[in-house]
T-cell receptor
Framework: EAQVTQNPRYLITVTGKKLTVTCSQNMNHEYMSWYRQDPGLGLRQIYY???????DKGDVPEGYKVSRKEKRNFPLILESPSPNQTSLYFC??????????????FGNGTRLTVT | GNSVTQMEGPVTLSEEAFLTINCTYT??????LFWYVQYPGEGLQLLLKATKADDKGSNKGFEATYRKETTSFHLEKGSVQVSDSAVYFC??????????????FGRGTSLIVHP
Protein backbone atom coordinates (compact mmCIF):
# COMPACT_ATOMS: atom_id res chain seq x y z
CA GLU A 1 0.00 0.00 0.00
CA ALA A 2 1.29 3.45 -0.98
CA GLN A 3 1.82 5.46 2.17
CA VAL A 4 3.75 8.01 4.15
CA THR A 5 4.66 6.75 7.61
CA GLN A 6 5.51 9.08 10.46
CA ASN A 7 6.64 8.12 13.91
CA PRO A 8 5.84 8.63 16.67
CA ARG A 9 2.15 9.65 16.58
CA TYR A 10 2.39 11.34 19.96
CA LEU A 11 5.42 12.75 21.74
CA ILE A 12 5.74 14.62 25.02
CA THR A 13 9.16 15.99 25.85
CA VAL A 14 10.89 18.67 27.88
CA THR A 15 12.55 21.88 26.76
CA GLY A 16 16.03 21.32 25.34
CA LYS A 17 15.91 17.55 24.88
CA LYS A 18 16.82 16.72 21.29
CA LEU A 19 14.28 14.69 19.36
CA THR A 20 13.76 13.26 15.89
CA VAL A 21 10.48 12.60 14.11
CA THR A 22 10.88 10.05 11.34
CA CYS A 23 9.14 10.06 7.97
CA SER A 24 9.30 7.40 5.30
CA GLN A 25 7.49 7.00 1.97
CA ASN A 26 7.27 3.94 -0.29
CA MET A 27 6.20 5.65 -3.53
CA ASN A 28 9.64 6.65 -4.87
CA HIS A 29 8.63 10.33 -4.67
CA GLU A 30 11.30 12.94 -5.25
CA TYR A 31 9.61 15.65 -3.21
CA MET A 32 9.16 15.50 0.57
CA SER A 33 8.12 18.20 2.97
CA TRP A 34 7.38 18.93 6.62
CA TYR A 35 4.46 21.08 7.79
CA ARG A 36 3.18 22.20 11.13
CA GLN A 37 -0.50 22.79 11.77
CA ASP A 38 -1.64 25.21 14.46
CA PRO A 39 -5.19 26.42 15.21
CA GLY A 40 -6.08 29.46 13.12
CA LEU A 41 -2.80 29.35 11.16
CA GLY A 42 -3.45 26.51 8.73
CA LEU A 43 -0.49 24.53 7.39
CA ARG A 44 2.91 26.14 7.46
CA GLN A 45 5.85 24.62 5.65
CA ILE A 46 8.99 24.01 7.70
CA TYR A 47 11.45 22.44 5.24
CA TYR A 48 11.22 20.65 1.93
CA UNK A 49 13.39 18.49 -0.26
CA UNK A 50 13.23 18.24 -4.05
CA UNK A 51 15.44 15.13 -4.13
CA UNK A 52 18.21 13.28 -2.28
CA UNK A 53 20.74 15.66 -0.71
CA UNK A 54 18.65 18.71 -1.76
CA UNK A 55 16.81 20.51 1.04
CA ASP A 56 15.52 24.04 1.45
CA LYS A 57 13.80 26.22 4.02
CA GLY A 58 10.08 26.73 4.05
CA ASP A 59 8.16 29.47 5.80
CA VAL A 60 9.02 28.58 9.42
CA PRO A 61 12.42 26.78 9.53
CA GLU A 62 13.82 28.27 12.75
CA GLY A 63 14.56 25.64 15.37
CA TYR A 64 14.35 22.69 12.97
CA LYS A 65 16.79 20.64 10.90
CA VAL A 66 16.24 18.03 8.22
CA SER A 67 18.33 15.66 6.15
CA ARG A 68 17.67 13.66 2.98
CA LYS A 69 20.32 10.97 2.69
CA GLU A 70 17.97 8.46 1.06
CA LYS A 71 15.01 9.04 -1.23
CA ARG A 72 12.48 7.37 1.05
CA ASN A 73 13.38 9.04 4.37
CA PHE A 74 13.12 12.64 5.52
CA PRO A 75 13.55 12.99 9.30
CA LEU A 76 12.73 16.19 11.18
CA ILE A 77 15.17 17.07 13.96
CA LEU A 78 14.55 19.45 16.84
CA GLU A 79 17.97 20.00 18.42
CA SER A 80 16.67 22.00 21.39
CA PRO A 81 12.87 21.96 21.47
CA SER A 82 10.99 24.86 23.02
CA PRO A 83 7.33 25.17 24.10
CA ASN A 84 6.48 27.25 21.00
CA GLN A 85 7.23 24.14 18.91
CA THR A 86 4.27 22.37 20.49
CA SER A 87 2.18 21.57 17.43
CA LEU A 88 0.81 18.94 15.07
CA TYR A 89 3.39 17.98 12.45
CA PHE A 90 2.80 16.40 9.06
CA CYS A 91 5.20 14.87 6.58
CA UNK A 92 4.15 14.78 2.93
CA UNK A 93 5.55 13.56 -0.38
CA UNK A 94 4.73 13.89 -4.05
CA UNK A 95 5.94 13.29 -7.58
CA UNK A 96 6.70 16.86 -8.64
CA UNK A 97 8.38 15.90 -11.92
CA UNK A 98 5.00 15.49 -13.65
CA UNK A 99 4.55 19.25 -13.71
CA UNK A 100 2.83 19.48 -10.34
CA UNK A 101 -0.22 17.44 -11.40
CA UNK A 102 0.20 14.81 -8.70
CA UNK A 103 -1.22 15.39 -5.23
CA UNK A 104 0.69 15.41 -1.97
CA UNK A 105 0.45 12.28 0.16
CA PHE A 106 0.39 12.99 3.88
CA GLY A 107 1.34 10.99 6.94
CA ASN A 108 -1.08 10.72 9.85
CA GLY A 109 0.69 13.34 11.88
CA THR A 110 2.82 13.64 15.02
CA ARG A 111 1.39 15.56 17.93
CA LEU A 112 4.32 17.07 19.81
CA THR A 113 4.07 18.66 23.25
CA VAL A 114 7.11 20.45 24.68
CA THR A 115 6.87 21.33 28.38
CA GLY B 1 3.84 34.67 -5.51
CA ASN B 2 1.12 32.03 -5.46
CA SER B 3 -1.70 32.16 -2.93
CA VAL B 4 -4.98 30.43 -2.11
CA THR B 5 -7.90 32.08 -0.33
CA GLN B 6 -10.79 30.06 1.01
CA MET B 7 -13.79 31.02 3.07
CA GLU B 8 -13.34 30.99 6.80
CA GLY B 9 -15.32 28.60 8.88
CA PRO B 10 -16.74 26.95 10.61
CA VAL B 11 -19.50 26.16 8.17
CA THR B 12 -22.39 24.58 10.04
CA LEU B 13 -25.10 22.72 8.12
CA SER B 14 -27.91 20.28 8.72
CA GLU B 15 -27.74 16.85 7.14
CA GLU B 16 -28.87 16.82 3.48
CA ALA B 17 -28.16 20.53 3.02
CA PHE B 18 -26.27 21.88 0.00
CA LEU B 19 -22.62 22.73 0.56
CA THR B 20 -20.42 25.34 -1.11
CA ILE B 21 -16.94 26.22 0.09
CA ASN B 22 -15.41 29.03 -1.93
CA CYS B 23 -11.79 28.98 -3.07
CA THR B 24 -9.95 31.49 -5.21
CA TYR B 25 -6.30 31.49 -6.18
CA THR B 26 -3.51 33.67 -7.48
CA UNK B 27 -0.78 32.02 -9.50
CA UNK B 28 1.80 32.74 -12.13
CA UNK B 29 1.31 30.23 -14.91
CA UNK B 30 -1.26 27.43 -14.96
CA UNK B 31 -1.45 25.48 -11.71
CA UNK B 32 -3.11 22.21 -10.87
CA LEU B 33 -5.84 22.61 -8.25
CA PHE B 34 -6.74 20.30 -5.41
CA TRP B 35 -9.16 19.83 -2.56
CA TYR B 36 -7.90 17.88 0.43
CA VAL B 37 -9.96 16.68 3.40
CA GLN B 38 -8.75 16.17 6.96
CA TYR B 39 -10.92 14.02 9.21
CA PRO B 40 -10.43 14.33 12.98
CA GLY B 41 -7.16 12.79 14.12
CA GLU B 42 -5.93 12.09 10.61
CA GLY B 43 -3.65 13.58 7.99
CA LEU B 44 -4.84 15.35 4.87
CA GLN B 45 -5.99 13.19 2.00
CA LEU B 46 -6.81 14.06 -1.56
CA LEU B 47 -10.52 14.59 -2.18
CA LEU B 48 -10.42 15.68 -5.83
CA LYS B 49 -8.27 17.53 -8.32
CA ALA B 50 -8.33 19.31 -11.69
CA THR B 51 -5.28 19.94 -13.80
CA LYS B 52 -6.52 22.33 -16.50
CA ALA B 53 -9.14 24.96 -17.14
CA ASP B 54 -12.78 23.75 -17.26
CA ASP B 55 -11.86 20.36 -15.82
CA LYS B 56 -14.27 19.10 -13.18
CA GLY B 57 -12.92 17.00 -10.34
CA SER B 58 -15.34 14.78 -8.45
CA ASN B 59 -15.28 12.21 -5.65
CA LYS B 60 -17.68 10.97 -2.95
CA GLY B 61 -20.42 13.31 -4.22
CA PHE B 62 -18.16 16.37 -4.05
CA GLU B 63 -17.41 18.41 -7.17
CA ALA B 64 -15.24 21.37 -8.12
CA THR B 65 -14.66 23.02 -11.51
CA TYR B 66 -11.42 24.75 -12.51
CA ARG B 67 -12.51 28.24 -13.58
CA LYS B 68 -9.59 30.09 -15.10
CA GLU B 69 -11.59 33.24 -15.89
CA THR B 70 -12.55 33.74 -12.23
CA THR B 71 -9.46 31.96 -10.79
CA SER B 72 -11.74 29.84 -8.65
CA PHE B 73 -12.19 26.22 -7.62
CA HIS B 74 -15.29 26.14 -5.40
CA LEU B 75 -16.17 22.88 -3.66
CA GLU B 76 -19.82 21.73 -3.79
CA LYS B 77 -21.90 18.82 -2.59
CA GLY B 78 -25.61 18.45 -3.11
CA SER B 79 -26.48 16.69 0.14
CA VAL B 80 -24.03 16.56 3.03
CA GLN B 81 -23.90 13.83 5.66
CA VAL B 82 -22.71 13.87 9.26
CA SER B 83 -19.70 11.84 8.12
CA ASP B 84 -18.59 14.77 5.91
CA SER B 85 -17.70 16.76 9.03
CA ALA B 86 -14.01 17.57 8.55
CA VAL B 87 -11.61 20.34 7.59
CA TYR B 88 -11.32 21.05 3.85
CA PHE B 89 -8.21 22.57 2.27
CA CYS B 90 -7.99 24.11 -1.18
CA UNK B 91 -4.52 23.95 -2.72
CA UNK B 92 -2.57 24.54 -5.89
CA UNK B 93 0.69 23.28 -7.25
CA UNK B 94 2.80 24.51 -10.08
CA UNK B 95 6.28 23.85 -11.41
CA UNK B 96 8.02 27.07 -12.43
CA UNK B 97 10.38 27.50 -15.35
CA UNK B 98 13.34 27.23 -13.00
CA UNK B 99 12.10 23.93 -11.62
CA UNK B 100 10.65 25.48 -8.48
CA UNK B 101 7.78 23.53 -6.92
CA UNK B 102 6.09 24.77 -3.78
CA UNK B 103 2.54 23.53 -3.16
CA UNK B 104 0.35 26.29 -1.73
CA PHE B 105 -2.56 25.73 0.67
CA GLY B 106 -5.50 27.75 1.85
CA ARG B 107 -6.08 28.04 5.60
CA GLY B 108 -8.72 25.32 5.67
CA THR B 109 -12.48 25.46 6.26
CA SER B 110 -14.05 23.46 9.05
CA LEU B 111 -17.39 21.84 8.13
CA ILE B 112 -19.75 20.69 10.87
CA VAL B 113 -22.83 18.73 9.83
CA HIS B 114 -25.63 18.19 12.37
CA PRO B 115 -28.12 15.30 12.18
Amino acid sequence: EAQVTQNPRYLITVTGKKLTVTCSQNMNHEYMSWYRQDPGLGLRQIYYSMNVEVTDKGDVPEGYKVSRKEKRNFPLILESPSPNQTSLYFCASSLWSDGGNSPLHFGNGTRLTVT
Amino acid sequence: GNSVTQMEGPVTLSEEAFLTINCTYTATGYPSLFWYVQYPGEGLQLLLKATKADDKGSNKGFEATYRKETTSFHLEKGSVQVSDSAVYFCALSFVGSGGSYIPTFGRGTSLIVHP
